[in-house]
């Protein structure tokens, strides 16, 4: 997938290889769990397998169905990943000697409601990049920096659009009708990709108006990108990369309500502020439009989509996310620069490490 970058230093080449040593990740559940009711809650560690792989071998061992268990949200094959999954509990006691060389019961507990798509606050990720000498480094470090204290632009990764990176296109062909899918959740699955491209396509686009700010004088940006001068002017007195329009939907940051961008002052001092956040539209019907000039950056990618809105779920997504908790070690010894850092659910850390080090899969 083709995209722009929010930093722009030089490509950094390190090695990063997506094991259970080197990438890591713990979820953060979206409450605490009470201790009692119905459900069982394990906290499990699995490595080197899908969560649906994981949970087909929980389910031949105690016997629930696998639509019996409960699951936050889906994880890598790749790597380490320690997350909570429910079940009756009725099926404890066939658990309690559960063994599996990929899958470890750390932990179990109980609660009042099943575990759902969606209840987890975020994820926590720890990330070692090898063959990295110091230069390397102190670069990585700055751009960490940077985008521990400015954010960063949520785009879908890689992943969202398969191996071939052709999801999208099988996605657009099925709702244009060019081609069947006959499994449901493969069919959502690849139209949910093309509805990820229409958003990456739309973020670059945000991208380039920041980087034609930041490197342009304001005659060449109101030729290239088509504004006024009062308009360009407006947007130089932005302090954050990410420029807001009046019209532009709002998220409240990290969770909240969508609204309309009308107080374009207010709204970007709460910006600077990371109460708010600016989003994206996934084309569908159902959901929140732009309005205004926002509405017309909107329109110049996603009216593609326009014939098919009432095949697709809309949603809005963030645009712009921060990372919490930030950390970094560089042992060079080892030559490794270790990190960690936490980001909200649906945000991806290999986008972080593509923006890192400027190197797309």
Not at 321 to 327: H, I
Not at 341 to 351: N, R
């Amino acid at each position: 997938m083709n995209r722009l970058f929010y930093l722009n230093h030089s490509p950094i080449n390190v090695l990063f290889t997506k094991n259970s040593s080197d990438f890591v990740v713990d979820e953060l559940p979206l409450y605490e769990f009470s201790g009692v009711g119905e459900h069982l809650i394990l906290h499990v560690r699995k490595k080197d397998i899908t969560t649906w792989g994981m949970i087909q071998v929980l389910s031949e061992a105690c016997g629930a169905k696998t639509r019996d268990f409960g699951y936050a949200g889906l994880k890598d094959k790749d790597g380490m990943t320690k997350q909570y999954i429910s079940v009756h509990k009725s099926y404890e006691k066939k658990l309690e000697n559960f063994t599996h060389e990929n899958i470890k019961i750390i932990s179990k507990t109980y609660h009042n409601n099943k575990i759902r798509i969606g209840h987890l606050k975020g994820n926590r990720f720890f990330i070692r990049l090898k063959r990295a000498n110091k230069i390397d480094a102190q670069k990585l470090q700055s751009a960490l920096k940077t985008l521990a204290k400015e954010g960063f632009p949520n785009f879908f990764g890689y992943q969202r659009f398969g191996r071939d990176g052709d999801n999208h296109i099988l996605g657009k062909e099925i709702l244009e009708g060019k081609r069947k899918e006959r499994k449901r959740k493969m069919k959502n699955f690849f139209i949910s990709a093309y509805q990820s491209h229409l958003f990456n396509t739309w973020l670059s686009n945000r991208l380039k108006i920041g980087h034609m700010l930041e490197g342009f004088s304001d005659k060449e940006v109101e030729e290239s990108l088509g504004f006024s001068r009062q308009l360009v002017k407006e947007l130089r007195k932005q302090k954050r990369f990410f420029k807001i329009f009046k019209g532009d939907v709002m998220h409240h940051y990290p969770a909240g309500k969508a609204f309309v961008c009308e107080d374009l002052d207010a709204e970007l001092k709460r910006f600077e502020q990371e109460d708010i956040t600016p989003t994206g539209w996934l084309p569908g019907g159902r959901s929140m439009r732009c309005e205004e000039f926002a509405k017309e950056l909107e329109d110049a990618v996603c009216l593609e989509a326009e014939p098919y809105l009432n095949q697709m779920d809309g949603a809005r997504r963030f645009a712009w996310a921060f990372l919490r908790d930030v950390e970094s070690e560089y042992k060079e010894e080892q030559s490794w620069f270790e990190m960690h850092f936490s980001l909200p659910k649906g945000s991806y850390a290999t986008v972080i490490l593509e923006e890192l080090t400027h190197q797309l899969k």
